[in-house]
């Protein structure tokens, strides 16, 4: 009894543990994400929890899915000023139960990390390990989630991670200051290379039957 007790109490504590993030700075000035000690060289070393680097409050993570966390992490990238597209991604994620790292893209720090992971600058982009989907595509998110061997939607209790505040330094584009547009622009017309409307063709040549003569 004893003994199955303490089975129990060690599955919970390791469903529950947060996985180590740090945050560091390459010799080429690159902001790197890993959930292992940076290397010696590594500048401004800073150690972030999971609960921490989402802005989520810390939730029971079930022993299966605390597993899968340190072989396939999933990071969810989105910006402050997307809203539904990222939202829906939010929700497909939590409506399966799966934990999930947010890093908000909003300066050319994070733009360059999310082009290192993606090759592109798109929001929202999932990672589940190694593999990537840009924008959000709900077969696309299922089919990630699934090779990744994260159970379906309803075998384990659906979480409630929220968007992050914005980051601090971030402003957002103020859309009552930008100049009013004609709802239906015209731009002015200029002749180019081939503007034709100037010239005049060769005079016409007699032919076979000659040219009728003018009337009077």
Avoid: H
């Amino acid at each position: 009894m004893i003994l199955r007790a303490f089975f129990v109490l060690l599955c919970f504590s390791a469903g529950v543990v947060q996985a180590q993030q740090y945050r560091w700075t390459d010799d080429k000035g690159n902001v790197r994400y890993t959930g292992t000690p940076p290397p010696a060289g590594a500048k401004n070393v800073q150690k972030l929890d999971t609960a921490a680097a989402t802005d989520a409050p810390a939730e029971q993570v079930p022993f299966e899915v605390a597993r899968l966390q340190k072989d396939f992490p999933v990071t969810l990238y989105t910006a402050p000023s997307c809203k539904e597209g990222c939202d829906m991604a939010r929700g497909a994620l939590n409506k399966r139960g799966v934990p999930f790292k947010e890093v908000q893209v909003w300066n050319p720090e994070t733009a360059d990390q999310l082009k290192q992971v993606s090759a592109a600058a798109e929001v929202p982009t999932l990672v589940v390990g190694r593999y990537v989907q840009r924008g959000f595509e709900q077969g696309g998110y299922d089919e990630l989630l699934d090779s990744a061997g994260y159970p379906k939607a309803g075998q384990v209790p659906p979480r409630s991670q929220k968007a992050p505040a914005p980051p601090e330094g971030y402003v957002a584009a103020d859309e009552s200051k930008k100049p009013a547009q004609s709802p239906n622009p015209v731009a002015p017309q200029k002749a180019g290379p081939y503007d034709t409307s100037g010239l005049t063709g060769p005079a016409p040549k007699t032919g076979q039957y000659g040219v009728p003569a003018e009337a009077k």
